[in-house]
């Protein structure tokens, strides 16, 4: 599976963003797309998460502020990012699971206060 995610960008605080994510190659039987974060000096964090057939799993933190979702008409997952917060800044991963974990080329996103 190939992961191209677009979308990121810099933002001023209570801005929002929308994150793209296609994927490619075998598509078939992915049970999972989602988004993952990593901020500097920090380890890479779940931000959400959507099995396939499923409900989506968010963060705390980003919680009533960001919304997945997928098309799977053009296997692309998004990421709806409202009343962004400094804190949000980080490189966002996109990520799928087929058999193994699939990670896109992460984009950056940056939000000043």
């Known amino acids: 599976v190939q992961l191209q995610a677009s979308g990121g960008g810099l933002v001023r605080a209570g801005e929002s963003l929308r994150l793209s994510c296609a994927a490619s190659g075998s598509t078939l039987r992915i049970n999972a797309m989602g988004w993952f974060r990593q901020a500097p000096g920090k380890q890479r964090e779940l931000v959400a998460i959507?099995?396939?057939?499923?409900?989506?799993n968010y963060a705390t933190s980003v919680k009533g502020r960001f919304t997945i979702s997928r098309d799977n008409t053009k296997n692309t997952v998004y990421l709806q990012m409202n009343s962004l917060k400094p804190e949000d800044t980080a490189v966002y991963y996109c990520?799928?699971?087929?058999?193994?974990?699939?990670w896109g080329q992460g984009t950056l996103v940056t939000v000043s206060s």
């Open positions: 959507l099995p396939s057939g499923g409900t989506p």
């Open positions: 990520y799928a699971r087929r058999l193994t974990d699939n």
